[in-house]
């Protein structure tokens, strides 16, 4: 016997909605691969029934004070706290995370961002005002952008919708936030909860896939557009947004190097940096990937990040001895596959390199050695549990392998040696670089990357910065 499927709706001028030609897609549990809702495919009529409304709202949310924006915020933060396990749930659902694990390391920090940007909203910062030309002052204004096009991704549905539309909202602009197609569930919830506090039309949510969200970058109405997603996606973005010079904001996709140098603790480097390459089954741009391990030390390091991959269990979301859930969908599956299947003759699988069971997407914990620098996997994202390890003989090699990709978001260094330590900062090439740790994110810092990896910055008054304006406004003494 069937069962019948949730409904999930656009939501669109302060009211839930079908897409205006009923056209819908399955939304599928990755942890049993099987269909548990219907989402909008919305079209052009639904983009541009959004757009109207963010437009329509737009001035006098942009006209409400800081405290003002700020109290909803804060509203906003306490209500994802008292609907936590609805929250947790719906994400579960969409992407088969553990648990435990959603409500220990996503609830806090999301509802801490929500709870920092509803502060920076009343730190504007400017030039100070004064005489920079005889008989004139000068002062500069920061102001919201408009209306933002925001494209989330995937892999952390819930959180990084929090790193779009906080800081947008606190800013004083108005959004059209797209889930992905594979995990509108979370995203639907919180426009339930967003919507009961903040004026129609302020934040808005379209569903659909990734023809839906170029309808919305090609969109005559938004002024930014913002996405998190892959290169390719990014850089779609980048050129459809050039053709009325749309401001965008790219959080894209990243390889992070791993550096062990010889005099690291390495039980306790392998287990910082197997937990930050396996958590969330390495589905995060920041995931430590690509360990690059002194040689005097490379054949322990492998044997003991062999043994904790062995140890590492993925399953089913509420089994409390897991620490990663499924993939996020059956192409990823077939992506991370892929890069095993092709793997060259000289590389060696030291653990892992299948996948786990026949029900939902998931995958073991892998380690592969013997790899070289242009090898495809390392210089790929897999976006899977996989970590590479290669052997270097110096500093300097070790600098010229981490920098030699295209990707350049984050980055860390295992050493005892403090100025080791901070010539390699200096030298590394990535938005952000850990010293003896990988992947702590903290509201007040800012999270973003160079090269293939995008521009912006998300978090951090430099993310808040990012959703604003600056406008000089001089004015005479005498008149």
Request: some cysteine.
């Amino acid at each position: 016997m069937s069962t019948e499927l949730r409904r999930l709706r656009n939501y669109i001028d302060g009211e839930f909605r079908d897409a205006a030609d009923g056209r819908t897609t399955e939304v599928v549990n990755p942890a049993t691969g099987e269909a548990y809702a219907t989402a909008p495919l919305s079209g052009q009529a639904d983009v541009d029934a959004a757009m109207a409304a963010a437009a329509a709202a737009f001035p006098a949310w942009r006209d409400t004070t800081p405290a003002e924006r700020q109290k909803a915020l804060l509203k906003i933060a306490d209500a994802f706290e008292e609907r936590a396990e609805e929250l947790i749930a719906a994400e579960v659902e969409n992407t088969g995370k553990p648990v435990g694990l959603t409500r220990s390391e996503e609830i806090p920090p999301m509802v801490d961002q929500i709870r920092f940007f509803a502060g920076a909203a009343r730190m504007l910062e400017g030039r100070s005002a004064g005489e920079y030309m005889e008989g004139l002052t000068s002062m500069v204004r920061r102001e919201p952008i408009g209306v933002c096009a925001q494209v989330a991704p995937w892999n952390y549905p819930m959180m990084m919708a929090v790193w779009k539309f906080a800081p947008a909202l606190a800013a004083g602009n108005t959004v059209v936030l797209k889930p992905s197609d594979t995990t509108p569930a979370s995203t639907a919830l919180m426009a339930d909860i967003i919507g009961s506090i903040v004026p129609k039309g302020v934040f808005n949510v379209v569903c659909g896939d990734r023809d839906t969200g170029r309808l919305m970058v090609e969109h005559e109405t938004p002024a930014m557009a913002s996405i998190t997603g892959s290169v390719r996606a990014g850089m779609s973005v980048a050129e459809s947004a050039s053709k009325d010079l749309k401001r965008v904001h790219l959080e894209l996709g990243g390889k992070a190097p791993v550096v062990v140098f010889e005099d690291t603790d390495i039980a306790k480097a392998v287990g910082g940096i197997s937990e930050a390459g396996y958590f969330n089954a390495g589905q995060d741009c920041t995931a430590a990937t690509r360990v690059l391990v002194h040689e005097s030390i490379h054949d322990e390091f492998v044997s003991a990040l062999a043994k904790a991959a062995s140890d590492i269990k993925t399953g089913q979301p509420d089994d409390e001895d897991v620490l990663y859930g499924p993939l996020n969908n059956p192409n990823q599956l077939t992506q991370v596959s892929g890069f095993i299947e092709r793997l060259p003759a000289h590389a060696k699988v030291e653990a892992g390199g299948h996948r786990v069971g026949d029900k939902g997407y998931f995958y073991a914990p892998t380690v592969v050695s013997g790899l070289k620098q242009d090898d495809e996997i390392v210089q790929n994202e897999v976006f899977g549990p996989v970590i590479t390890v290669q052997a270097f003989r110096d500093e300097d090699q070790a600098v010229e392998w981490a920098n030699g990709v295209e990707y350049a978001l984050a980055s860390s260094v295992w050493t005892k040696d403090h100025g080791r330590a901070m010539r390699m900062s200096k030298r590394l090439d990535f938005g952000c670089v850990w010293i003896n740790t990988h992947i702590p994110l903290v509201a007040e810092m800012p999270h973003g990357g160079f090269k293939k990896s995008g521009y912006g910055k998300d978090l951090s008054s430099y993310g808040f910065d990012d959703y604003t304006r600056v406008k000089h406004v001089m004015t005479s003494l005498d008149a």
